[in-house]
């Protein structure tokens, strides 16, 4: 039986062409009524008019389908839905898919770069769905599509704006997952790989035919079904091919808490934290299944054997930078860069938790500390926003900068519903911003000197989402691929680039945990794993750990061997539909991409582009 749409208003962003125009022509043919949505602008983010999507409606007319256009950018996503409750009363489905690029290395990426890609890719993706969700909440349906890509799964050169963002709608669909599911709201993402405007700046006619968008679509139709219950996965798909990915966590190592847990002694155990041939972890969410409860850990630390005595990681000569480092993780961090010998600059804007305020009196109090016990630093109190500041400080005082902690962090939790557009801005100018603020100013001393360390700070709400914390999972999801991409184009120049999940007892942690949790979760059993990452000897980079209560643990992707079907062939929603399981299936001939070139190859033989390769 055919899965039909009737009744259901489909929102379609950047359907003009390409994927949208795809989408927006399916549903339209399967009874819904579609809200073509375009600005009409250039694959860079120039320009307007209202011919795409006008097109596109008038496709859909021709063939007996109803929809209207809709000309908005989808920064007033409001403005798009709104259009579709004056036109058709509701909306039941929202297809964030419009999206541009701005491709340059990160040394030559400019503040209009970044943030463009950032207003369309995320808050555009933001704005729609939170103007839609009032009226998923009260009809108690819904379903979201959120449009990621293999960029933003692994990282890539030349796309650290695009990357960061297209990671951040993933973490925005794992945090909307959660809170979706008692309303029967499902949010999914998707990584697809077509033969679209995008795509054409960089592929040959013979790709392009290929990768029809045409076989992305029936996965979309297929998530946004009523009798699909799948939410908060993620999906590669294209050519035909699709796959199913989930995070993997290494079983790591557990430290036992005691003065002798320093750098050098993560260092000698590092095979074992990053083997995943023993008993792996899929968390799925945030504090459920596969992991360790807190009791746990700490009981685990209390019967791991004592750490040996061994030599210190020096420092001597290198310049460190830490972000929020006037308490917390970042404070633990500066005191043991300091006592090894590093000169650092303690950043802190001094504000409160939820960033409000400024003060000097954190900084100054880290750097007496790291002066007292004979260290070197200097203090500074600028908002990472403001990173090229930052970096200046580093630069006057010491005149280079080595290594950059990007730790900074606020919250601002709340629901979805009850969520304010600066409530998320804040969060992504701290976490997103603020760290590439940073990492740009400092780049070119990297570079010109062949020698740099990255940390980003993740979070556990970031790699697996969490109630009340959209903004945060999908600001934090972001950093992980800015790391990721730090990592690619950093490789010739000895820069790498790491991003940690920490868990420990901060101002952040305070809010949300117990008195007594906080107290034993204390941030200097988080610093000697960070500390060993950004070390001469270090040769990691573009990976991710979760830390905490002395514990060490590399997480991953794992993929699902997928299904490929006839690339040259008609694929529908129920071809899908009738190997679903076999497209989710993770007990067997599971792989773990690590860049673009790897992960999309599978497509890419799907259609014959490649040859297959030899198992």
Not at 106 to 120: K, Q
Not at 411 to 431: A, C, G, P, T
Request: glycine share 10%; net charge positive; aromatic share 8%.
């Amino acid at each position: 039986m055919a899965l039909r749409f009737d009744g259901k208003v489909v929102i379609v962003s950047g359907a003009g062409n390409g994927l949208g125009k795809s989408h927006a022509l399916f549903f339209a043919s399967r009874g819904a009524k579609v809200v073509v949505n375009d600005l009409g602008g250039g694959t860079t983010g120039s320009g307007s008019g209202k011919r795409s999507a006008d097109l596109v409606v008038e496709e859909i007319r021709a063939a007996g389908g109803t929809a209207v256009a809709n000309y908005d950018s989808v920064e007033d996503g409001d403005k798009i839905v709104e259009t579709a409750i004056k036109a058709f009363g509701t909306v039941h489905i929202v297809i964030n898919n419009a999206g541009i690029l701005r491709d340059k290395s990160i040394g030559r990426m400019t503040d209009e770069d970044w943030f463009l890609i950032y207003r369309v890719h995320v808050w555009g993706t933001y704005k729609i769905t939170k103007a839609a969700w009032p009226h998923f909440q009260k009809q108690k349906y819904g379903r979201v599509i959120n449009t990621t890509s293999a960029a933003g799964i692994y990282g890539n050169f030349g796309q650290a704006n695009y990357a960061s963002c297209k990671l951040a709608v993933h973490g925005f669909t794992l945090s909307l997952k959660l809170e979706g599911a008692k309303h029967n709201i499902n949010t999914n993402t998707i990584a697809p790989l077509a033969g679209t405007r995008l795509l054409a700046s960089v592929a040959p006619e013979q790709v392009l035919k290929a990768l029809d968008p045409a076989k992305v679509t029936p996965l979309v139709a297929w998530l946004t079904h009523d009798s699909c219950t799948e939410s908060g996965s993620l999906f590669e798909v294209g050519a035909g091919w699709m796959a199913k990915l989930r995070r993997e966590r290494s079983e790591g190592v557990q430290f036992k808490l005691d003065e002798n847990f320093t750098p050098q002694v993560v260092n000698a155990r590092w095979n074992e934290i990053t083997s995943f041939s023993r008993k792996n972890e899929y968390p799925g969410e945030l504090n459920v299944g596969g992991g360790a409860s807190l009791a746990q850990r700490l009981e685990k630390a209390r019967n791991s054997p004592a750490n040996p005595k061994l030599p210190n990681m020096e420092f001597d000569g290198r310049v460190v930078i830490v972000t929020g480092a006037g308490a917390g993780l970042g404070r633990a961090y500066a005191l043991l860069f300091g006592k090894l010998g590093a000169k650092v600059v303690v950043n802190d804007l001094g504000g409160s938790a939820f960033g409000q305020g400024a003060s000097k009196n954190a900084a100054d109090t880290v750097v007496d500390e790291i002066r007292a016990a004979g260290g070197t630093a200097v203090a500074n109190y600028d908002s990472v926003v403001e990173g090229e500041k930052i970096v200046a400080t580093a630069v006057k005082a010491f005149g280079t900068v080595h290594v950059v902690v990007n730790n900074a962090g606020i919250l601002r939790d709340k629901s979805f519903q009850r969520m304010s557009d600066e409530d998320w801005q804040l969060i992504f100018n701290v976490h997103l911003h603020g760290s590439y603020k940073v990492i740009r100013a400092a780049w070119e001393y990297m570079k010109n000197q062949n020698y740099g360390r990255i940390i980003t700070t993740c979070s556990t709400v970031g790699i697996y989402g969490n109630f009340g914390q959209t903004n945060y999972s999908a600001a934090k999801a972001a950093v992980i691929a800015l790391a990721n991409t730090c990592a690619f184009e950093g490789a010739k120049n000895n820069i790498l680039a790491n991003c940690i999940a920490p868990s420990a007892g901060t101002r952040l942690t305070a809010t949300v945990m117990p008195e007594d949790v906080v107290k034993v979760l204390d941030p200097a059993f988080v610093a000697p794993a960070i500390v060993k990452l950004c070390h001469d000897s270090s040769t990691v980079t573009g990976r991710l750990f979760e830390v905490g209560v002395g514990a060490v643990q590399e997480t991953r992707w794992e993929r699902t061997k997928g299904v490929g079907f006839k690339h040259d062939a008609p694929l529908s929603p129920e071809d899908i539909k009738s190997k679903w399981s076999e497209i989710t299936d993770f007990s067997k001939g599971t792989s773990h991409p690590t860049s673009t070139a790897e992960a999309t190859r599978a497509a890419y033989e799907n259609a014959g582009l490649v040859a297959r390769a030899k198992v």
